[in-house]
């Protein structure tokens, strides 16, 4: 019989207020009741985060990421290309890799798949030399992103939503030239976005067709068009309906750069699981099989 693992959790304080540590403690009571050893270590940011799992990796333990998609997306990174394990305790805002993979959130649930399931290897993505669980957005949702991550009278999809709106009345069309495996597309759109996960923006099914573990990138374009149909495709975000769309366009591919063409000195963001790492140009490469993953 396999002695019962150990766990590391890396908790972001932040994530949800005090969300994080509520979600974690009765996960953590039934592992501890099952034999495992836990240690909880509270990080002051992503860097910290980032050498709280490498450290509790090289010990060979478990470490559990315990936030939303930016912790874990930290965590994940941190140990993406290694032989670790990582497990998700879903405590953000979006919790959108979670819902991808299929890890369940009740607590008894969640606990006996920590105890007792099987590393599984899943991709992820290399964005200009950062690793990434999710997806790669470039356009009206990073702006969106940045929006929300500013509100504080609102969580989850709600401040999502608010930072949209504000994104869509000051948005003016972008001029992409997307190159695909070394085939370059010209567009103008809304958006650009180089999907491992089908999930992003709070639950949103952005590539539906999308796996985490097929070793391509889901590219999905959202091409210019009048603002009214641009809420008509974010209402349709919630099921995955966009994409029968013309104005929406799907590729798929292994290597996707993403740059800005026009008129010079325009910036524009990009995201990251969460998180704004940088402006354009970006490179996403797809990581065959880099992360050991703790999900159904």
């Known amino acids: 019989m396999r002695p019962p693992r150990s766990f590391t959790a890396v908790v972001n304080p932040a994530a949800g207020g005090s969300a994080a540590s509520a979600t974690l403690v009765p996960v953590a009571r039934l592992l501890r009741d099952a034999g495992a050893d836990v240690e909880v270590e509270y990080s002051r940011g992503l860097p910290h985060a980032t050498a709280l799992a490498r450290a509790a990796a090289r010990t060979g333990r478990v470490v559990l990421g315990v936030g939303g998609d930016g912790m874990v997306g930290c965590v994940g990174g941190a140990l993406a290309g290694t032989d670790a394990t990582l497990g998700l305790v879903p405590a953000g805002r979006g919790n959108d890799f979670a819902r991808q993979l299929g890890v369940p959130s009740g607590p008894r649930e969640l606990a006996r798949l920590l105890l007792d399931g099987e590393p599984r290897p899943v991709d992820c ?20 992103n940045d929006n929300a991550n500013r509100t504080r009278l609102l969580r989850g999809s709600a401040a999502y939503y608010v930072g949209a709106l504000r994104a869509v009345a000051t948005w003016r069309p972008a001029d992409y030239r997307i190159t ?27 590539a539906p067709d999308a796996r985490e573990d097929d070793g391509l990138l ?33 590729l798929r591919g292994r290597e996707v750069r993403i740059e800005l063409t026009g008129p010079p000195g325009r910036t524009l963001p990009y995201g990251a699981d969460g998180e704004l790492p940088g402006v354009l140009p970006v490179t996403a490469r797809v990581m065959p099989g880099a992360l050991n993953v703790l999900a159904p």
């Open 218 to 250: 889901d590219v999905v374009i959202v091409r210019h068009a009048p603002k009214p149909l641009f809420f008509a495709v974010m209402r349709e975000l919630e099921k995955g309906t966009h994409v029968r769309r013309p104005q929406v366009e799907v």
């Open 125 to 144: 993505i290399d964005a200009n030399g950062t690793p990434v669980l999710g997806s790669v957005y470039a356009g009206i949702d990073a702006l969106a």
């Open 180 to 206: 695909v495996d070394g085939t370059e597309h010209l567009r103008r759109g809304y958006t650009v976005v180089a999907a491992n996960s089908g999930f992003y923006g709070f639950g949103k099914r952005i």
